[in-house]
């Protein structure tokens, strides 16, 4: 196995077992033995088990990214371009639940705060097409001049318990009930 192939497998473990377990329940060796490799060698390539859980998020959100924005060009009012994120993301959750189940954890914990905190109200030196969204929004008075931090909530808030309640059984989505929920969102 190649380094790239090993680094992969301990991410892969350490994804499915954060999303089965949480962090907690979820030690190195416990990824380790599940990635196939030994204890030791997962510190070969992440120092600590908070490293391997903020670049398995950076992994985890450019999958997203590339998903929403490299297959699809978002352009047109800020409606069209929200129901396009919007519904991009709740397809992508409800088609990976496992990258779901595992933001869950990190946005519940305390790297999620610190992560939001530096989304918010500091600088990830990256563009954040949200928040460019909800700016353009606010500025063409279609979406009202709240906290860019309610805004998040008030979207992301809903998609993921809807996205929660299909992997649960609860709801079975299909694309009307995606386009109504994504409808609602806006709304």
């Not at 309610?150 to 989505?173: E, K, M, N, Y």
């Amino acid at each position: 196995m190649s380094k790239i192939d090993k680094k992969q497998e301990i991410l892969k473990a350490a994804l499915e077992l954060f999303a089965e377990q949480g962090f907690h329940g979820a030690p190195m060796s416990k990824i380790a033995e599940k990635a196939g490799v030994a204890a030791g060698t997962v510190y070969c390539y992440f120092e600590s088990r908070d490293i391997l859980i903020h670049e398995l998020f950076l992994e985890v959100k450019e999958r997203i990214n590339r998903f929403l924005y490299d297959r699809r060009i978002i352009e047109g009012t800020v409606r069209e371009r929200f129901q396009t994120v919007i519904s991009g993301l709740l397809r992508y959750f409800v088609t990976h639940p496992e990258d779901f189940r595992y933001l869950e954890q990190f946005h519940n914990s305390p790297y999620g705060v610190e992560y939001r905190r530096i989304r918010f109200f500091g600088s990830t030196g990256e563009e954040d097409r949200m928040k460019s969204l909800f700016t353009d929004g606010m500025k063409q008075k279609v979406i009202k001049d709240i906290p860019m931090v309610i805004l998040f909530s008030l979207t992301l808030g809903p998609l993921f318990d809807v996205a929660r309640d299909h992997i649960l059984g609860f709801i079975q989505l299909d694309d009307d009930l995606v386009q109504l929920t994504v409808n609602a969102c806006w709304d």
